[in-house]
């Protein structure tokens, strides 16, 4: 009859057989799991939004950040007029009684142009000819 340590060695040489096994099977189970995913044009994002709807919960995707748009600015101060509460120096103009139309993006930029003189074009220097 073995004793307990023989017993545990054998417990310990199975326990790595299984674990090698378990490696071995996780590893063909990812390269067949990649070559589906190729196939059919699969991403992690799309695995990730299937897992969470058959645990019934809401997944949040991260997108890519949009391209903020300013609307108003007033030096270095800008805002989108979206929503959410107004920037203290909006408030500040408005209690002031200033129009916050004055400082739309646009409106300052149309300005500019109107007030600056155009430019004289510069005499064109055409290369003589080689030839």
């Excluded at 545990?8 to 096994?21: C, D, R, V, Y």
């Excluded at 990730?48 to 270095?76: F, H, P, W």
């Excluded at 149309?110 to 080689?130: D, G, V």
Aim: net charge positive; hydrophobic share 35%.
């Amino acid at each position: 009859m073995p004793t307990i340590v023989e017993l545990q060695a054998q417990m310990a040489a199975l326990q790595q057989q299984i674990e090698e096994k378990q490696a071995e099977g996780r590893k063909q189970a990812l390269a067949e799991v990649i070559a589906k995913m190729d196939e059919f044009g699969i991403t992690t994002a799309d695995i990730d939004a299937a897992k969470a709807k058959s645990k019934g919960k809401k997944l949040v995707i991260a997108t890519a950040a949009k391209e903020k748009v300013i609307k108003y600015r007033m030096g270095e101060n800008t805002w989108s007029g979206g929503k959410g509460p107004k920037p203290k120096w909006v408030k500040e103009l408005l209690e002031q009684g200033k129009k916050l139309e004055d400082y739309l993006v646009d409106k300052i930029k149309h300005k500019a142009t109107e007030n600056k003189a155009p430019e004289p074009k510069a005499p064109e220097n055409k290369p003589e000819s080689l030839f």
